[in-house]
């Protein structure tokens, strides 16, 4: 089986960055709110000296940000009745539109559009207003300017709302696409399971019945078959160790060599000891063959002559493998007669439904025909173009 190569089957979705944790924001703004305003007040003539209501107002603004996620919608009126009071009421001009200016930022990357629009329009005209009453000449460009500030923030926090609706819609697919791929894995670790234990099982089952038989007519046999239960045990309990290592989070997953086509021989010599005549006639060239297909070629060998030892009462069976080649590649044929009694009525189970899917992973079929007497397994396994298949 070949290695997983995607997330881990028990890791967890992507962490999403949400920007500066909440606190940090709130005790930066307030810092430099109450910092700056103090450093400005020192050097300016302001109508009311800052006392402890005007820093409370300072702090007030920073506080409403501490909402951002809870309850985003409290952020602006907060920051738009601190900043408002501090100002109408004459206190020292400094950087107490930080926290404005931020609310607007954060509401509107909140998705609370217009309560971010209706907000910025009420700084935008108290910046209107306070310039007109001012009679300073140069109101019409201060205007403009704050208007222009007020609209660029709330386009600011609307494109930090559709980054933030891209990287969400980005997560999602990866999430669908990773479970998708584990989804994939586990089916493929359960087909695996199914392959190795249910061949090794039957071989066993069959390898005790002719034991208990030799036990009594030919002690002399006896051992071949207690021989061959012994290896195809350990080396299924080898692989079913192996592949559910992977489903447990504190084991590493060190996949065994995927099994190739020089290892269909052992499984014919395994169907014979069953008491199966098995003909294998092999005309390929492994190397040339791609490890995908060698694989899926060897489990449907597997997986056929453990149901005709099982389930067919065939006294033999004929396993052929060719490869032809196209112009757009080659096709790889796995072909198995038995001359047991065909499927008859009965209903397909998971070894077939398992031979299936590999084909199908790699784009070929699998097709069940039947014989007088007996069934061919017909497998068809394209095989990647730019090699030479002869």
Do not use: C
């Amino acid at each position: 089986m070949r290695p997983y190569q995607g997330p881990l089957l028990f890791e967890g979705p992507p962490r999403r960055f949400n920007g500066p944790p909440t606190a940090f924001i709130v005790i930066t703004v307030a810092v430099i709110q109450v910092v700056g305003t103090l450093f400005s007040a020192s050097h300016q003539e302001a109508g009311r000296p800052l006392d402890v209501f005007g820093i409370l107002l300072l702090l007030v603004g920073p506080a409403g940000l501490a909402f951002r996620k809870r309850s985003p919608e409290l952020m602006l009126p907060l920051a738009l009745v601190a900043t408002g009071m501090y100002l109408a009421w004459g206190y020292a001009w400094g950087p107490i539109v930080l926290s404005l200016a931020l609310a607007i930022v954060l509401t509107a990357a909140a998705g609370l559009r217009w309560q971010a629009w209706l907000g910025a329009a009420l700084a935008a005209a108290a910046v209107v207003a306070g310039a007109v009453m001012a009679g300073d000449d140069g109101w019409p460009f201060r205007a403009s300017a704050g208007v222009a500030w007020a609209a660029i923030l709330v386009i600011l926090g609307q494109g930090i709302r559709r980054r933030s609706e891209r990287f969400a819609e980005y997560r999602r697919r990866r999430e669908a696409a990773a479970k998708a791929e584990r989804d994939g894995y586990r089916l493929t670790l359960a087909r695996d399971i199914h392959d190795v234990v249910a061949h090794s099982l039957s071989m066993i089952n069959v390898q005790a019945s002719v034991a208990l038989h030799l036990g009594t007519e030919d002690p002399s046999k006896l051992r071949p078959a207690l021989e061959a239960i012994k290896t195809a045990s350990k080396e299924s309990l080898t692989e079913v160790r192996q592949l559910l290592g992977v489903l447990r989070e504190d084991v590493p997953f060190e996949p065994a060599a995927a099994p190739t086509l020089d290892r269909v021989a052992e499984v014919v010599k395994q169907a014979e000891l069953g008491g199966l005549q098995v003909r294998l006639d092999d005309e390929t060239d492994h190397s040339a063959i791609a490890p995908a297909q060698q694989e899926a070629a060897y489990r449907i060998i597997q997986e056929a002559l453990t149901n005709v030892g099982r389930h067919s009462g065939a006294q033999a069976a004929v396993v052929r493998l060719l490869v032809r080649n196209g112009t757009e590649g080659g096709l790889l044929t796995v072909q198995i007669d038995d001359d047991g009694a065909g499927m008859g009525l009965s209903v397909p189970g998971n070894g077939l439904t398992g031979m299936r899917e590999r084909a199908a992973a790699l784009g070929g079929t699998v097709t069940l025909d039947e014989l007088a007497p007996g069934l061919r397994v017909h497998a068809l396994l394209p095989l990647p173009a730019g090699r030479d298949h002869a």
